[in-house]
């Protein structure tokens, strides 16, 4: 009895099936993430409750595409480890070209300096101006003269480098102005 | 396929815990530490991943006790990873990685960010976010073992 209770969990199909499953995994794992670079990172983005949902309802949609219906353990575990691989294998590219990860996820890009708003960008990447402002103040700033440096990085956060004046102290003329 | 009770759950039971044991050496063998927050990439590699996992462990059985047999294991598994790991510290490096540093005193150490394959731009967006414009304000940064860069800036 134990050895029909062993076959069962261990029993595979056949490796043609595996191969499939292989195939199967593969293909599905490209066009999500070919899906993803579609979709974007949204700028200012933080997770919404809506990505989330879409996420989880696009995993739950390729699930039994993933493995044909097969039930094994030996099955799921080779989907799983074709994920990881393929998973590792596309890191490692964008690692390899930088220039490739640029494409894909595109570069920082430079929305303040110097406390001069770059409108240009701004309007590139679909920014408004109240939307800047929210950031900032997110960052303790009032206004966009006393920000040194802010950049929309790859992940749509955005980063604030404050003035020298809150570095050094010296400048006290920056915070007398009812920042705080 | 096995339909006596006690032994179906048991069965389950190896189930779960082989594919949580293969999947712990899998990410952890396979996954470079993502740099900075996860992000809706990461979060629905590991939903797929979940899911291409999930009649392995379940057989295809959509049974109430399947299910709680599964699940009950998962914890149970995940629970005496995490007190193993609270009890032998130095477990924790194999299981999950050490801290590396990344920048000490205004500079970068090429070394460490070649093998941990964090790029410039990734140091310098983990710099920003802090605050920071300049390298050379930076005292230390540290990949962290959840894949955040730390930063501590120069104190003035």
């Not at chain 2, 899998?26 to 900075?36: M, P, Y």
């Amino acid at each position: 009895v134990f050895e029909r209770w062993l076959a069962d969990v261990f029993s595979h199909p056949s490796w043609l099936v595996l191969l499939g499953i292989v195939g199967r995994t593969a293909v599905v794992y490209l066009l999500v993430v070919a899906a993803m670079r579609l979709l974007g990172t949204r700028p200012l983005g933080r997770m919404s409750a809506y990505d989330f949902v879409l996420v989880i309802v696009i995993a739950n949609a390729v699930q039994n595409a993933l493995v044909g219906g097969d039930n094994s353990l030996a099955g799921g575990l080779v989907s799983a480890l074709t994920l990881l691989v393929l998973n590792f294998f596309l890191t490692w590219l964008l690692d390899r070209f930088p220039r490739l990860e640029k494409q894909l996820s595109g570069e920082p890009v430079v929305l303040i300096t110097g406390g001069i708003v770059q409108w240009n960008s701004l309007h590139r990447e679909g920014i408004t101006r109240d939307e800047l402002m929210a950031v900032l103040r997110e960052h303790g700033v009032a206004a966009p003269d006393e920000v040194r440096l802010a950049v929309l990085e790859v992940d749509g956060a955005v980063s604030v480098v404050l003035g020298e004046a809150h570095v050094h102290r010296t400048h006290r003329r920056f915070r007398g102005r009812g920042v705080t | 396929m096995i339909d006596s009770g006690l032994a179906s759950l048991a069965s389950i039971a190896l189930r779960a815990a082989i594919v949580f044991v293969l999947l712990v050496l899998g990410v952890r063998l396979t996954g470079k530490r993502q740099t900075g927050e996860m992000n809706l990439h990461d979060l629905l590699m590991i939903m797929i991943l979940a899911n291409a996992v999930q009649n392995a462990m379940t057989a295809g059985n959509p049974r109430l006790n399947v299910a709680i047999v599964a699940a009950g294991t998962l914890i149970l598994l995940g629970w005496s990873l995490a007190v193993m790991v609270g009890r032998h510290p130095a477990w924790q490096k194999w299981i999950m990685g050490a801290p590396t540093v990344l920048v000490q005193d205004g500079r970068k150490i090429p070394k460490n960010m070649r093998r941990e394959g964090v790029s410039e731009a990734e140091l310098m967006t983990a710099v920003r976010e802090q605050g920071v414009a300049e390298l050379a304000r930076v005292k230390l940064a540290v990949l962290e073992i959840d894949g955040e860069i730390s930063v501590v800036p120069w104190e003035e």
